[in-house]
Nanobody, 118 residues
Framework: QVQLVESGGGLVQAGGSLRLSCAAS????????MGWFRQGPGKEREFVAA????????YYADSVKRRFAISRVNAKNTVYLQMNSLKVEDTAVYYC???????????WGQGTQVTLSS
């Protein structure tokens, strides 16, 4: 099982960009699908983006399509979320998660806060 640590959050102005990183421990990182989720103030956690084990397939929530990009470097045990054209409504705690083949996301990081100012 992997352990996940997110980083890269912070305070940014609307329209700006931010790149989140999620570093995973363990030698089996490349076998996991990885996802990013977020939970805004007073909201339930929601799916943001996902990437398969090889990086060949990516998936996005409609709200972030063409603004966010998920990627991974298996040699570095790291998955990234590049966020562009940020909006105030993107304010949330962002979590990365791992899913073993054929399983649900069952390993979560501690989250990193992203705050947008208008």
């Amino acid at each position: 099982q992997v352990q996940l640590v997110e980083s890269g959050g912070g305070l940014v102005q609307a329209g700006g960009s931010l790149r989140l990183s999620c570093a995973a421990s363990g030698r089996t990182f490349s076998s996991y699908a990885m996802g990013w989720f977020r939970q805004g103030p007073g909201k339930e956690r929601e799916f943001v983006a996902a990437i398969n084990w090889s990086g060949g397939r990516t998936y996005y929530a409609d709200s972030v399509k063409r603004r966010f990009a998920i990627s991974r470097v298996n040699a570095k045990n790291t998955v990234y979320l590049q966020m562009n054209s940020l909006k105030v409504e993107d304010t949330a705690v962002y979590y990365c998660a791992a899913a073993a083949a054929g399983s649900e996301y069952d390993t979560w990081g501690q989250g990193t806060q992203v705050t947008l100012s208008s």
